[in-house]
Nanobody
Framework: QVQLQESGPGLVKASQTISLTCTVS??????????WSWIRQSPGKGREWIGT???????YYSPSLISRASISRDTSKNQYTLQLSSVVPEDTAVYYC??????????????????WGQGTQVTVSS
């Protein structure tokens, strides 16, 4: 059974950088053909795909966030990390890490994701 667990600060100030880590257990982020993503949901809004790092290490980003988002991984710890810079209060959301198989049609088609973390609330204060 694959499990994902997000961790990181719950409160940050505007202009700072959010750093969130997803720890994966029950499966390796480098084996198998999977995409490992970050997704968020803001109050009153739908889910938004932020970015993905593939099993190969290739990364992909939402065009709206590519200038501020960066995803890296620590294969020795089976973790991957999101950094989102220059945050504003509108970045307040619940942030999720999730896995999709390589057969997923697109990375923002959320019904294709098979495992999700429980989510972590991040609040950006002005």
């Amino acid at each position: 059974q694959v499990q994902l667990q997000e961790s990181g600060p719950g409160l940050v100030k505007a202009s700072q950088t959010i750093s969130l880590t997803c720890t994966v257990s029950g499966g390796s982020i480098t084996t198998g053909y999977y995409y490992w993503s970050w997704i968020r949901q803001s109050p009153g809004k739908g889910r938004e795909w932020i970015g993905t790092i593939a099993y190969s290490g290739t990364d992909y980003y939402s065009p709206s966030l590519i200038s501020r988002a960066s995803i890296s991984r620590d294969t020795s710890k089976n973790q991957y990390t999101l950094q989102l810079s220059s945050v504003v209060p509108e970045d307040t959301a619940v942030y999720y890490c999730a896995r999709a198989p390589i057969t997923a049609a697109t990375l923002d088609r959320f019904e294709d994701y098979d495992y999700w973390g429980q989510g972590t609330q991040v609040t950006v204060s002005s």
